[in-house]
Each structure stands twice: as C-alpha cells, then as structure tokens.
C-alpha cells in the first residue's frame, strides 16, 4: 500500500523575506485579495522596535505585500528564528565535530551512528552506595556519547525543554543505559534525582529593576526566559558526516557521570557488565505496513492519517544502539 506523501510550505514562513520582484509580490498580494501596502511610520517604527535594527528594503517590499494582521507575527517569527540561529551557532560550537577527512556518507536517506566511551571501565560498588549519591560523595562511570550522521541528509534534531537535553544536561528521555549482566540478562539503568533538583524555582532579583522603564523591564523578562528556554533544549541542524557529542555542564574534559543508583548491579554482584546506549525514536515503535493497512481497510484511519505515519517513520530512527564497552564491577 503506497499513498504519496509531500508537505506544502507556508507562502507566510518567518525567517528571510524570499527574493520576489514587485510583479511577484503584487500577484502574491493580489491572492489574498488586496493590493501592495507600505507600511506606515507607527507601523514600522514598532516592527523595527521588535526586531532590535532597521528593516531591510527586501524585507519592507514582502511585508507591503502581508495583510497589517500577518505583519507583527511575521516579524515575531523572524525574531525567534533569530534567536534559534544565535543558539545553534554556540551549541555548534561546543557540541558538534565537523565531519572526519574522507568521509563518506552510506547510501540511505537518514541514518544515526551511536558510540559510547567510558573513561574508565571500572566501577567499584562500595563507591556508588544511595548514600554517597545524595551526598554527592559518589564516584561513578564516566562516559561520553557522540551521535553521529552517516546518512546523505542533513538532520534536524530537537531536544525539548519540557523533558530536557540529554546532550546538553544528561536528562534520559529517548535515551537508556542497558547493561548485560555476567548472567546474561539485559537490564536498563535508572537515573535518579537527587531531592529538589528537579523544578527548583531560583529567585531572579536583576539589579537596578525598580530604575528600569517598562520597555526595558520586558526586554530582561524576555532574555532570561530565551537563556532558561536554550540552557536546557538542544536545536542541531546536524549535517551528513558531522557528531553531536556530550559535554559535562561545568567545568573542562570530555566525560561526565553516568547518574545511577547502580542497584542492578548491586543484585547481580561484582563481574564483568557490558554497557551499551540505546536510543528510541520515537519511544514507542509505530505501526508497520500491515497494522496501517489493517486499520485502513477497517475504516480507524483515512488515508491523511497513512500518510501522516508513513512520513513520521521516515523521519524517525527507531530503536538505535551504541557499541558495546565492557565494564569490570568490583565489590
């Protein structure tokens, strides 16, 4: 079963005013029924105020062409792609490798490479006790994940601020820690938290605010809430070749803990452990040709729905492993 899947673009995307001459953007006004526009003084006087610089010429000419309603939100979006370029240009530079000499992508589309390093493959149990943790005494792996493209396309990979960068802060959201026992069995590390450090609201008190105009007090709101928004959230356009590798939050070096209670091997007892990381994209698997079939013919989906799923699963990865490093576990 084949339904064709193509996504329309928004003559309205934010971002860069495309390159239209003045016939163009007369049809392209024409089509929402009205004509070139200019804008006033008050109008551009308060766009230019949000954008932070005067607007460009090219950028005059396509709004001219926008009904007053489609403007502010026009500029707005420009605005936050602004700031999402900002970000990636300094997460680029602390996370990404560029792509090794002679590099060559494999023949497929969209495909990640998982490898995992350990700084050092020991773990001593009496190290890592409950105790410790929240004491912040203990003295866990350390390890460093490096997430790479090997595929023909250019990725964009988001990580949310609602559930947290695993890149950037080691929140496990799509991301597990499996480790085969010396027994065989395959367990999933847990990642713990130590008391109130999740949702630990500080106190902003910026000094001199009673001093600030109101104009000015909006600006600071909006700077520290864009830092909070990036400080936790990842935006990589990650291209064919390239590595997003993890980072300790503070301080130099390329390792940082691995956060577990480590109880799975506290219950197996000291040996040798392999440790592996497993990504899940998306965290649960979507249906195969023959479930969407199913449903199809049965009537639970129409054929938007098959597409939707059909161009979600070619963008999506699935279940992807890192190699396999081995790790002594002594009492």
Do not use: C
């Amino acid at each position: 079963m084949q339904f064709p899947s193509k996504s329309l673009a928004s003559p309205l995307k934010t971002g860069v005013a495309p390159e239209r001459t003045r016939e163009q953007l007369e049809r392209f006004a024409a089509s929402q029924g009205r004509k070139l526009t200019p804008l006033t003084k008050e109008e551009r006087k308060h766009l230019e105020s949000m954008i932070g610089r005067p607007l460009t010429q090219k950028e005059l000419d396509y709004l001219s062409a926008l009904a007053p309603e489609f403007r502010e939100a026009w500029v707005g979006g420009f605005v936050e792609d602004e700031h999402e370029r900002e970000w990636e240009e300094k997460d680029r530079a602390k996370h990404v490798l560029p792509a090794p000499l002679g590099f060559v992508p494999e023949d497929v589309p969209r495909k990640i490479k998982l490898t995992l390093r350990i700084e050092k493959p020991v773990l001593r149990l009496s190290d890592v006790t409950f105790s410790k943790f929240y004491d912040k005494e203990a003295k866990p792996l350390r390890y460093q994940a490096l997430m790479q493209n090997v595929g023909r396309e250019e990725i964009p990979f988001h990580e949310g601020s609602i559930a947290g960068s695993f890149f950037k802060r080691s929140f496990r959201w799509n991301f597990d820690f499996d480790v085969v026992t010396p027994q065989g069995k395959t367990l999933r590390l847990d990642f713990p938290h130590p008391t109130g450090s999740i949702g630990q609201a500080k106190e902003y008190n910026p000094p001199r605010w009673e001093t600030l105009t109101p104009a000015q007090k909006e600006a600071e709101i909006r700077r520290v809430h864009d830092e909070q928004t990036h400080a936790s959230e990842l935006w990589i356009h990650l291209k064919p070749g390239e590595t997003l590798v993890t980072k300790p939050a503070q301080g130099p070096g390329d390792f940082r803990d691995l956060k577990s209670s480590y109880y799975e091997m506290e219950d197996n007892g000291p040996g040798t452990y392999k440790l592996k990381l497993v990504y899940r994209d998306p965290l649960l698997p979507l249906p195969t040709d023959e479930e969407l079939e199913r449903d199809f013919k049965s009537g639970k989906i129409n054929e938007a729905k098959v597409r939707d799923i059909q161009e979600e699963r070619r963008e999506r990865f699935g279940v992807v492993e890192s190699n396999a490093v081995e790790i002594e576990v002594l009492p």
